[in-house]
């Protein structure tokens, strides 16, 4: 199983973007990038997923480098609603990958006022 | 709206007692997971299930026992509780890609 290497924490001044790094020198061809994160007590929320190219939604950009061995969050505008661990997992899709969503200890991103 | 519910949210029971966390989504997702949160590790998962009458082991399945009768529901039982199990729980469940798993509130439990 592919496994991510991530900061333990991280600071980021509000209204500034925040990036998240993840390391994933391991990650086989058809493993995908996924993000969560975890606001204190509350279950984990996805954020963002991808393969190849680079991705973006309403909550953040994910940005995965040519050789698909390291990753970037980012958060655009970060608010203190961003205040939260962030995972960095690669697994693969579908049923038979069900059982390598390995979260690790994450990054705990705090947003400064 | 489609949710993913979690009971009870608090436990306390004594060792050696059999305690059943609930699960219940109504996504209508066919696999589910069951994770342990304890400080320092993350999350770790315990058991899933891909579908009715279909449950497999996790990282971290001894202790602990999962069925599967139908889509909404996937309870865990720890048949004889351990100090060691003290933990925060958490349910989720996906769609059959998986490319996102929508998460519980979790079940903070505390064997004495």
């Known amino acids: 199983d592919a496994k991510t290497t991530q900061p333990p924490s991280m600071d980021c001044a509000e209204g500034r973007a925040a990036n998240l790094p993840c390391n994933h020198s391991?990650?086989?061809?058809?493993?995908?990038v996924y993000w969560y994160r975890q606001i204190h007590s509350q279950g984990p929320q996805y954020i963002i997923h991808g393969l190849k190219n680079n991705e973006t939604n309403e909550m953040a950009s994910l940005i995965i480098t040519e050789d698909r061995k390291s990753s970037t969050l980012i958060l655009p505008h970060a608010t203190l609603r961003d205040t939260a661990v962030y995972y960095c997992?690669?697994?693969?899709?579908?049923?038979?990958?069900?059982?390598?969503?390995?979260f690790g200890t994450g990054t705990r991103l705090t947003v400064i006022p | 709206d489609a949710e993913i519910t979690q009971s009870p949210r608090h436990k306390i029971t004594e060792t050696g007692r059999q305690v059943t966390l609930a699960c219940h989504q109504t996504w209508n997702h066919n696999n589910m997971f069951w994770y342990r949160q304890d400080l320092g590790h993350g999350l770790r998962l315990i058991h899933y299930s891909y579908g009715v009458h279909d449950t497999n082991k996790g990282e971290v399945s001894d202790g602990y026992s999962v069925s599967r009768s139908n889509t909404e529901d996937l309870p865990l039982t720890l048949e004889s509780a351990a100090s060691s199990q003290t933990s925060v729980y958490f349910c989720a469940s996906s769609g059959l890609v998986g490319h996102e798993q929508f998460f519980g509130p979790g079940t903070r439990l505390t064997v004495l």
């Open positions: 997992i690669v697994r693969v899709a579908g049923q038979t990958g069900a059982n390598n969503l390995f």
């Open positions: 391991t990650i086989s061809g058809n493993e995908y």
